[in-house]
C-alpha cells in the first residue's frame, strides 16, 4: 500500500508544472479570477480533460514500465478520455501505471522466451501495439464509463464531507503523519488529485489548503525561536523562513520528532485553520506545491485571500500558544538533537560489521541536551564528483539541502558537482548520497553500494561545514588521482 502511495505521489508531482499552470490560468481568467475572459478559459477544459491525464497516465506507464511502457498508457489513457465526459485523473492514475506493468511483464517474458536473438525489438512493438490497441478500446467502450460514475460518486462524498462539519478531523490523520515525512504522499498521492477533480468541477476546492497549510509548522518553528537560543534560534529563524516563504515544510518535522508532543500542537493548529476555511468556504484553484504563502495566496480566489491569510495566521496561532506551553524547557546547546538517534551513521555497501559491534549503541531516549558523538567518516571514498542529496519526493528539502550544500562548497573552493533526488530516482553516478537520517535505511536499500551520509536537520549548518571539511581533505587524494591518470 505504501509503495501505491509513493507511485502515485511520484505519479502528480512530476506534472505539477501543468497543474500548476491550469490553476493560474483558472485564477487569473476564471470564474473566480480578476480578469474573467471566457475565451482563455477555454484553455482549462482540453487540459483537465485531455492533457493532464494522458500525461498522468504516461508518467505512470513510464515510471513502471520504461519508455514503451510510457508510449503505451499514454495511448490508452487517451482512449479513457474520450469516453468520459468528467476528467478521468484518478483513473489515468491508475490506467497508466497498469499499462506499464502490462508491457514490464511483456518484455520480461520475451527475454526467457525467445528462441533466437535479433526478433526482440520487432516482436516486442508489435505485441505492445496489439496490447495498446486492445486497452484502448476497452477503456474508449467500458473502462471510462466506470471511472466517470466514481468520480461523480466521489464528487457527492466529498461535498457531503464538506457539508457535515467532520474535515477539521482530517487535521488529526495529516499532521501527525506529515511529519513521519508523509507529506508528499498525502498531499500528492490522495489530497491533490480529489482537489483537482472537485476544482474542476466547483472552480477551487478546500482540500488543496489541507496539507499545504503552514500554520501549524509555523506556530511550532515560532515557540522554539521564543525558547532558543545562540545556535538554536538562528537555526529556528533560517528554518520559518524556508517553511513559510519557501514552502518546505520537512524543515520543522524534527523539532517535532524531538517531543512527540507538539504534535498535539501541529493538530489543534491544522483544525482551526481547516475548520476556518470550512466556515468561510474558501478554497485554491490549483494545487500549491510547494505549500508557501505566496503560491497560497497566489492561487486563491481574489474573494477569498484574507480568509486563507486568516485561517493561515489563526493555525500558527493556535499551534503557536500550545507549543509554548507543552515546551518548557529546550535545550540551550549549541545544536538541536533528536530524541530518538540511529545508532549509525556511516554506510558503505555491507563493510564495517565489526565496527558496528564496537560502536555502543546510544540510549533509544537520552534528553534533548545530551551531546551524542556522530561519525561520519568518507575516508574510504577514493574521489567525490558528484553529490545527490535525496529526499522522498526530490523536490522540497533535497532542493533546499542542495543549494546550502552547493554554497559552502563554492565558498571551499571546491568543484563537486550537486543535485537533488527522489529515493525512487537516484542516479547512478553520484558517489555520495546524502539524506535524511529517517530515510537511511529506505535509501541503503535503493542503493547498496553507494555512500549515505544521514543529516537530522537540513537547516543545521554544521552539518555542511563538517561535511565540506572532509571533503576539502579529500581533495589532495582526488588532485593525485588525476595526476596519475595523465600520466598513464
Known amino acids: 500500500m505504501m509503495k501505491l502511495a509513493q507511485l502515485l505521489s511520484a505519479i502528480v508531482y512530476q506534472n505539477i508544472g501543468v497543474i500548476l499552470t491550469a490553476g493560474i490560468i483558472d485564477g487569473i481568467f476564471g470564474i473566480y479570477g480578476w480578469l474573467y475572459n471566457d475565451r482563455i478559459l477555454l484553455l482549462l477544459n482540453p487540459i483537465y480533460n485531455i492533457l493532464l491525464p494522458i500525461l498522468l497516465g504516461y508518467t505512470g506507464g513510464r515510471l513502471i514500465g520504461g519508455q514503451r511502457g510510457a508510449v503505451v498508457a499514454a495511448i490508452v489513457t487517451y482512449g479513457l478520455t474520450l469516453s468520459s465526459p468528467t476528467p478521468t485523473i484518478l483513473g489515468a492514475m491508475i490506467i497508466g501505471p497498469l499499462a506499464g506493468w502490462v508491457i514490464k511483464m511483456l518484455d520480461h517474458v520475451l527475454k526467457k522466451k525467445l528462441p533466437g536473438a535479433g526478433y526482440e525489438l520487432l516482436i516486442g512493438n508489435v505485441l505492445a501495439a496489439i496490447i495498446a490497441t486492445i486497452f484502448t478500446i476497452l477503456c474508449f ?136 476555511f470550512q466556515i468561510f468556504n474558501v478554497g485554491l484553484v490549483g494545487l500549491p506545491s510547494p505549500g508557501s504563502i505566496f503560491l497560497l495566496v497566489g492561487l486563491a480566489p481574489k474573494e477569498d485571500i484574507l480568509v486563507v491569510i486568516l485561517g493561515v495566521f489563526l493555525a500558527a496561532t493556535t499551534s503557536f500558544f500550545c507549543s509554548i506551553f507543552l515546551l518548557k524547557r529546550v535545550s540551550d546547546s549549541a545544536q538541536l538533537k533528536e530524541k530518538y538517534e540511529v545508532n549509525h551513521f556511516f554506510h558503505f555497501g555491507k563493510q564495517k560489521k565489526q565496527e558496528e559491534k564496537a560502536m555502543p549503541d546510544p540510549s533509544p531516549l537520552l534528553p534533548i541536551n545530551t551531546e551524542i558523538p556522530e561519525k561520519r567518516d568518507l575516508s574510504q571514498i577514493n574521489k567525490i564528483k558528484n553529490i545527490i542529496f535525496v529526499c522522498e519526493a526530490g523536490m522540497g528539502s533535497s532542493a533546499t539541502g542542495a543549494t546550502f550544500l552547493r554554497k559552502k562548497l563554492a565558498q571551499a573552493n571546491l568543484s563537486i558537482e550537486v543535485e537533488n533526488s527522489s529515493i525512487s530516482e537516484i542516479p547512478e553516478y553520484g558517489d555520495l548520497i546524502i539524506c535524511h537520517k529517517r530515510f537511511l535505511s529506505v535509501v541503503q536499500k535503493t542503493v547498496p553500494n553507494k555512500t549515505c551520509y544521514p543529516l537530522s536537520s537540513f537547516t543545521n549548518m554544521k552539518y555542511y561545514d563538517e561535511l565540506v571539511e572532509q571533503l576539502y581533505k579529500l581533495m589532495p587524494s582526488q588532485s593525485q588521482v588525476q595526476e596519475e591518470n595523465i600520466e598513464i
Not at 509555523?218 to 520559518?240: F, H
Not at 523562513?241 to 512527540?260: A, C, D, R, S, T
Open 141 to 276: 467502450f467500458y473502462v471510462g464509463q466506470i471511472f466517470s460514475s466514481i468520480a461523480d460518486w466521489l464528487t457527492r462524498l466529498l461535498e457531503a464531507i464538506i457539508h457535515s462539519g467532520l474535515l477539521p478531523l482530517t487535521a488529526i490523520i495529516i499532521e501527525s503523519a506529515k511529519v513521519l515525512f508523509f507529506n508528499n504522499i498525502i498531499n500528492f498521492g490522495i489530497l491533490g488529485p480529489i482537489g483537482i477533480q472537485q476544482a474542476k468541477e466547483l472552480g477551487k476546492s478546500i482540500f488543496f489548503l489541507l496539507e499545504a497549510n503552514p500554520g501549524p509548522g509555523l506556530g511550532v518553528l515560532l515557540a522554539y525561536l521564543i525558547k532558543t537560543k545562540n545556535e538554536q534560534r538562528k537555526e529556528a529563524k533560517l528554518a520559518i523562513f524556508i517553511q513559510l516563504l519557501g514552502g518546505i515544510h520537512e524543515v520543522y518535522f524534527p523539532y517535532v520528532l524531538m517531543n512527540p508532543l507538539l504534535i498535539i500542537s501541529l493538530i489543534l493548529g491544522g483544525m482551526v485553520g481547516t475548520l476556518t
